[in-house]
């Protein structure tokens, strides 16, 4: 599985629905992942603009097999102490992405951070072996979601060590 990106460009004065086909039948066909849209006012050339993130090398019946079975509840799956680590980093995924003006998962999914948690990956090299994890996300996310681990990984160590004296 990769993340690809597709462009398409929507002129407002159309002259037919070709392109507004063409559209709906790749976002039809695809799993998007996200969407980012923008109008361009440039008087009679205005146009939409629109950039898709979408996954190829998943089957679309493997992509509604996924939807049926629900959101899952990583507090069920996951242990109480990967879980305060999933939630430290999912707290600071919501802030990142409120600071971006982004949605949450363009920043990490919730597999992602779950993975993150229960494997403690705490380098660079750790996190470009998870599948969707670029050297994008890398580059400008990775710095902080190392010290997010490591801080974590150290107050449970001090805590355990406290049960032990």
Known sequence: MS?????????????????ESTLNQFLSST???????E????????FWSF????VVNEKPTEISDKSKKGKI???????????ALFA?????RKQEAAKENIPVYSIFTNEQISLI????????????EIDG????????????????????????????NKGTE
């Not at 509840?73 to 879980?83: K, T």
């Open 133 to 160: 994890i670029g050297e994008a996300r890398i580059k400008k996310y990775a710095d902080d979601v190392i010290k997010i681990v490591i801080n974590h990984v150290d107050s449970e160590k001090k805590n355990d």
């Open 31 to 37: 799993r998007v992942t996200n969407i980012k849209k």
């Open 3 to 19: 993340i690809q990106f597709k462009t398409f460009y929507m002129p407002t004065k159309m002259f037919g629905d070709e392109i």
């Open 117 to 128: 948690s229960t494997k403690r990956i705490s380098t660079k090299n750790g996190l470009l």
């Open 88 to 92: 430290k980093l999912r707290e600071w």
């Open 51 to 54: 950039l898709i993130e979408y």
């Open 73 to 83: 509840d990583y507090r069920e799956i996951l242990s109480p102490q990967d879980f």
């Open 39 to 46: 109008f361009v006012n440039n008087g009679d050339q205005s």
